[in-house]
């Protein structure tokens, strides 16, 4: 884990939690797994918030210049995953959050207070 991934998952955190995504969550899956550092997860309480959710990390992780390695989801704004290599953000609406569980799929992780990353 480098302090570029804790800045990575705070600025996304901030963006998600600017724009009141809910249930944010940041899990330290460093330790468990080697496709990312953290987890970032989150809800929007609509299709509509879901991609203003997207929006909001994509433009906030790009003014703090990292870069977006790929992205999934959007056409239904169910479940959107931005993956940044060292972070992976996925927002969800309500239903499918619920439904893929990722923080029990995970919990061989660590959950993070993303006040501790600064």
Known sequence: MTESSKKMALAAYR???EKKGSEIRVID????SVIADYFVIATGNSSSQVNALVDSVEEKMHKAGFSLRQKEGRA???????????IIVHIFDKENRSFYNLEHVWSDGQAVDPETLE
Do not use: C, E, K, R
Request: net charge negative.
């Open 15 to 17: 963006a998600l939690d």
């Open 29 to 32: 899956i460093s330790n468990v």
């Open 76 to 86: 239904g704004g169910s479940w959107v995953l931005l993956d940044y290599n060292d």
